[in-house]
């Protein structure tokens, strides 16, 4: 409660446990009730307060994105690692992120990649609203392109190369969170009915979207360029067969998060 009692009250927690005898304002003390019924009906903490942390950035989240995961940071982690061994580590770097989101990893890899040219897409024009104003929050609304689009495919069916719609022939590094989640294991899970099922539901095995992505993506990967797809923990090896089917020649793996799960997929070309 003392994290809604310091949004309410616009003071950090510190203060309040230095001040035990504040009290609330009336304004105060009403949002503080509708909070906490929010919360305790289930509301995910993020949504109620509009923001959260990822890689030390804040992000806004609204019910339209999925709330920022420490998980996720291990994706930024292995780009990052990726481009460093480029001999030339950002020089005409080219990035796109399918499935953005709220945006926190376009807006991350632009934060530490000043160079580089990002383009970020999402089915969703809810989602690609909440990540265009996060890149405007990061004074990076110039620095990355967002495109409504299913994957590589946009919804500007006027423009049939997409490629040229995104700006770009081919991109040097392709990223994504996509939907993974097992059908019936999603509909057990708390997140369920809290945060968007579009982002959430991978189809019965939780691989219909990255299999599409993985596929697709040959199309529009550059010559010696690396791919970085987020999974379930139970896809690492249908992940792993999935990604050597398309990229035979290509150094594929899969790292494990911090608890020891199974958690992104990594090619190299």
């Known amino acids: 409660m003392q994290v809604l009692l310091a949004h309410v009250s616009g003071r950090n927690r510190a203060w309040l446990f230095a ?19 929010r919360f305790e009906q289930g509301e995910p903490l993020p949504y109620i307060l509009g923001h ?12 339209e994105v999925l709330i920022p995961r420490p998980e996720t940071e291990l994706l930024i982690e292995s780009a990052l690692a990726w481009v460093r061994m480029r001999s030339q580590p950002e020089a005409g770097l080219r990035i796109l992120d399918l499935c953005t989101g709220s945006g926190c990893i376009p807006v991350t890899l632009a934060t530490v990649l000043p160079n580089a040219g990002i383009v970020a897409t999402d089915i969703s024009p ?13 004074g ?15 919804k500007d069916e006027r423009d049939k ?3 040229l719609v995104f700006g770009l022939s081919s991109f040097d590094l392709i990223l994504s969170n996509p939907p993974y989640i097992p059908t019936e294991t999603l509909h057990g899970l708390d997140v369920y009915g809290h945060e ?5 539901d991978g189809g019965p095995d939780g691989m219909i979207v990255t299999r599409r992505l993985l596929a697709e993506s040959k199309r529009y990967l550059a010559e010696g360029g690396a791919i970085r797809v ?15 089917s398309h990229f035979p020649g290509a150094k594929v793996q899969i790292h494990k998060d911090l608890a020891g799960i199974d958690r992104l997929l990594a090619i190299d070309t």
């Open 161 to 163: 190369a997409t490629a």
């Open 196 to 200: 968007p099922t579009l982002a959430l």
């Open 230 to 244: 987020e999974i379930e923990a139970g896809q690492g090896e249908i992940a792993l067969e999935t990604a050597k």
């Open 126 to 138: 809810a989602a690609l609203a909440v990540a265009r104003l996060n890149a405007e929050k990061h």
């Open 52 to 63: 959260w942390e990822f890689y030390g950035l804040d992000f806004h989240v609204t019910p």
């Open 140 to 154: 990076l609304g110039g620095r990355i392109r967002f495109y409504e689009a299913d994957l590589f495919e946009t």
């Open 19 to 37: 001040h035990p005898e504040a009290s609330l304002t009336p304004e105060q003390e009403q949002a503080f009730q509708q909070a906490r019924q």
